[in-house]
């Protein structure tokens, strides 16, 4: 395989990735709403947490510390997008 093999395949899997984050963060909108009409904060640290503690077990010892940084900055961008709309 080439290079330029390697990267059309990166640049697929950066567009479902992609369509994947717009379809999460409008599910995250949802949430929002939710959570705005019933009062509750933006951030659920319990959550969070058990989130992150099953995907680091998910992942695998190699791959643990990068998804790990992964999902916490999606929690961000997540809980930043909540905050907004609440």
Known sequence: ME???YRKMI???D?????LFIERMDVARQIAAYKKAN???????A???DKLDFIG?????EMR??????????FELS???QMRII
Do not use: H, V, W
């Open 3 to 5: 290079l330029s093999d």
């Open 11 to 13: 640049d697929k899997i």
């Open 15 to 19: 567009d479902e990735l992609l369509r």
């Open 39 to 45: 009062g509750l904060p933006a951030l659920d640290a």
């Open 47 to 49: 959550r969070e947490k």
């Open 57 to 61: 077990e998910k992942a695998g010892e």
């Open 65 to 74: 510390p990068y998804s790990l940084q992964l999902f916490e900055l999606l």
């Open 79 to 81: 809980r930043a997008y």
